[in-house]
C-alpha cells in the first residue's frame, strides 16, 4: 500500500449543518481522498479529479470544505490534539495536498 499523502486524525466532519464525527479521519493516497469515522469506517470517498477543495469565507482558518461525490462536507482539522496540531497549518497542507494531487492527475 502507497503511503498517504496527507492524514489528519481528530477531524470534525459535518454535512449540511450536521456533524458527521467529530473525531474523524481524511486521508490523500493512491489519488484519493477519504473521509472516515474515527473507527475507520468510510463515510465517503472519491478520486481528487472529482474532488472541489477550499476554505468556506465564513470560517475559522482550521475549516475547509470538501465537495465530494457531490456532497459538500466542512472539515474542522487540528481541534482534537489543539496542543499538538496547528490547525490553520493543517488546513493549508489538506488544500496543498489537495491541489497538489490534482495538479499531478491533470499532468499525467
Not at 496527507?6 to 473521509?35: H, K, M, Y
Request: a neutral charge.
Amino acid at each position: 500500500m502507497a503511503e498517504a499523502e496527507f492524514n489528519a486524525t481528530g477531524v470534525r466532519i459535518e454535512r449540511s449543518l450536521r456533524s458527521v464525527t467529530r473525531a474523524g479521519q481524511v486521508l490523500i493516497r493512491d489519488g484519493r481522498l477519504e473521509l472516515l469515522t474515527s473507527y475507520g469506517s468510510e463515510i465517503d470517498s472519491a478520486p481528487l479529479g472529482s474532488v472541489q477543495a477550499g476554505r468556506p469565507w465564513f470560517a475559522s482558518g482550521d475549516q475547509a470544505r470538501a465537495t465530494v461525490n457531490g456532497t459538500r462536507y466542512v472539515l474542522t482539522l487540528g481541534q482534537q490534539d489543539a496542543g499538538s496540531c496547528d490547525g490553520p497549518a493543517t488546513a493549508r497542507r489538506f488544500l496543498d495536498a489537495v491541489r497538489s494531487a490534482q495538479d499531478e492527475s491533470d499532468s499525467r
